[in-house]
């Protein structure tokens, strides 16, 4: 069976320091995988996507990045963050494809609190 | 027009009551649409998918009007493990696969 990780669970981070968030999925191959953010009391933001090892797309314009360094390795980075970048950072993935019959399976995400 | 558009709520419901809420979608070439589960500080989990003949598991009925363009979640004799906030999905919009979440509705189940 297929299984998405996401690491850390929460995070506490000052205003200007990098960051790195990971997920990993098992079970599958060549999944497209997504980068969601969910700011308090909002809806689900996607970031990120991603079709297949270095190939990212990007949704929204902001300080933040994705690589995908491995075929089941997503990561999300910055270089500096801004408090407007607290959230709850959600991974997911999808069979290419699929997402229309089965929708999307979401990592446990990552609480990111910025200080 | 928001993409997915959903009642907030809060719902307050009884405990074995039936409850309803719906969900607009603003792309007519929607393809696929899903209900997802979200507990308090937790990941969305996928509930039901939604046909267009409209279907039931268990206790949870899912409707489809394409005229409209509207889905709609009916729970029937809903339990206390029922409270949490339930999304929207439709394919449509940007990304692989392109689904679209609404903000989701609000749900209380009360003894």
């Known amino acids: 069976s297929q299984t998405i990780h996401q690491w850390p669970a929460t995070l506490v981070q000052p205003v200007g320091s990098p960051l790195s968030l990971e997920c990993t999925v098992e079970?599958?191959?060549?999944?497209?995988l997504y980068w969601y953010r969910q700011a308090a009391g909002r809806g689900l933001q996607l970031l990120f996507y991603s079709v297949g090892i270095g190939q990212i797309s990007s949704e929204v314009p902001q300080n933040l990045s994705a690589s995908r360094p491995q075929d089941r390795q997503f990561i999300l980075s910055s270089k500096k963050l801004l408090l407007s970048d607290s959230g709850f950072y959600l991974c997911?993935?999808?069979?290419?494809?699929?997402?229309?019959?089965?929708?999307?399976?979401f990592g446990s995400g990552t609480r990111l609190t910025i200080v | 027009r928001k993409e997915v558009e959903q009642d907030p709520g809060p719902f307050n419901v009884p405990e074995g009551a039936t409850v309803a809420f719906n969900c607009t979608y603003s792309n007519s070439a929607s393809q696929s649409f899903f209900w997802y589960r979200q507990d308090c500080r937790k990941e969305p989990k996928l509930l039901m998918s939604?046909?267009?003949s409209g279907n039931e598991d268990g206790r949870f009925t899912a409707q489809l009007n394409r005229a409209s363009q509207y889905i709609s979640l009916l729970i029937r004799d809903s339990k206390l493990s029922d409270s949490a906030t339930y999304l929207c999905v439709v394919k449509g919009g940007g990304g692989a696969d392109g689904l679209t979440f609404g903000k989701g509705t609000h749900l209380i189940i009360q003894p």
């Open positions: 939604v046909y267009s």
């Open positions: 079970g599958t191959s060549n999944p497209n």
């Open positions: 997911a993935w999808s069979r290419p494809s699929q997402a229309i019959f089965y929708g999307y399976t």
